[in-house]
């Protein structure tokens, strides 16, 4: 009787914006790949929730760098956590997610321009912040844009419905979770997500973990409305008991498996000395905040 395959035991911080490692765990992917990947429900949860008081380096997925744990942010974020030490960056693929501004219904902002001079709710140093600067910088000046920490998205979520910012910046699947509650959309784009890792992490569960986020994506593109309903996974527990239509939520962040360039990596570096949100920037070679698994030669960015 031949040996069962000893799977190898990997740590992932699920991020909530797309259903890719909920399909994956579901479909067998992960153990198609050799992998038991354990999600770290505590720190998903924990970058749901409030950040209020918290400084860079304290936030939820800060401390789980040195609990080997594989995590996923936008594109700024994961770059600037590298440059500070938090981990390198997984160059082989990347995320294409939705962002968007809302405010409440009633609310006299209509246009981006309205935006002027008004706090938008964010997460620190995340997605939810970079794109603030990123999208209204050619709407008025950098130094009429405003932004206030309130966190995770859930955190944002609810302090918009309770009065307590006129806006926030929202990624999926709140976006979806906004329109069903009735929100207004003011602006929305999409923007790039990147992987980032321990610089220890094996190179066998770095690799089969793409794979397989590769393989559900496929999977997704083939039958979405099968997979919808695992938006449940993502809802923040202080809206759990509200009743959602996940039918007529999205898709969510897509995984492309293809390399970014060292361009985009540079561009990342001028975009957020120009926002003023390097004050926590180190080193900025794009080879040494890259993983090179097992000392491979960094791969080829064209």
Request: with cysteine.
């Amino acid at each position: 009787m031949p040996e069962a395959r000893q799977l190898v035991r990997i740590k992932v911080a699920p991020k909530g914006m797309g259903l890719n490692d909920f399909v994956a765990q579901g479909e067998g992917f992960f153990a198609g790949e050799g992998l038991d990947v354990e999600f770290d429900w505590k720190t998903f949860r924990g970058t749901q929730s409030s950040w209020r008081g918290m400084e860079y380096f304290e936030r939820p997925q800060d401390k789980a760098v040195d609990e080997q744990v594989i995590q996923c942010a936008c594109l700024w974020g994961t770059i600037s956590n590298a440059s500070a030490g938090m981990g390198l960056i997984v160059p082989d693929c990347y995320g294409i997610s939705p962002w968007a501004i809302f405010v409440r219904p009633g609310s006299k902002i209509r246009m981006p321009e309205d935006l002027k001079d008004v706090p938008v709710a964010v997460g620190m140093r995340a997605g939810s912040h970079f794109n603030v600067p990123y999208r209204l910088e050619k709407y008025m000046p950098l130094e009429r844009i405003r932004t206030v920490n309130v966190g995770g998205f859930g955190a944002r979520l609810k302090a918009l419905l309770e009065n307590e910012v006129e806006a926030a910046s929202l990624l999926p699947p709140q976006i979806d979770m906004a329109k069903q509650l009735g929100l207004r959309e003011i602006i929305a784009d999409e923007f790039k997500t990147l992987w980032w890792v321990p610089q220890s992490a094996a190179a066998v569960g770095v690799r089969g973990y793409l794979r397989a986020l590769d393989r559900a994506e496929r999977a997704l593109e083939a039958d979405l409305p099968k997979y919808l309903q695992l938006w449940k996974h993502c809802i923040p527990p202080e809206f759990e008991d509200r009743r959602w239509d996940f039918e007529r939520f999205t898709r969510g962040e897509r995984f492309v498996y293809q390399p970014i360039t060292r361009e985009e990596f540079v561009e990342v570096f001028n975009q957020v000395e120009r926002w003023g949100l390097d004050q926590y920037l180190n080193d900025r070679s794009f080879d040494s905040l890259i993983y090179h698994p097992d000392n491979e030669f960094p791969p080829e960015a064209s």
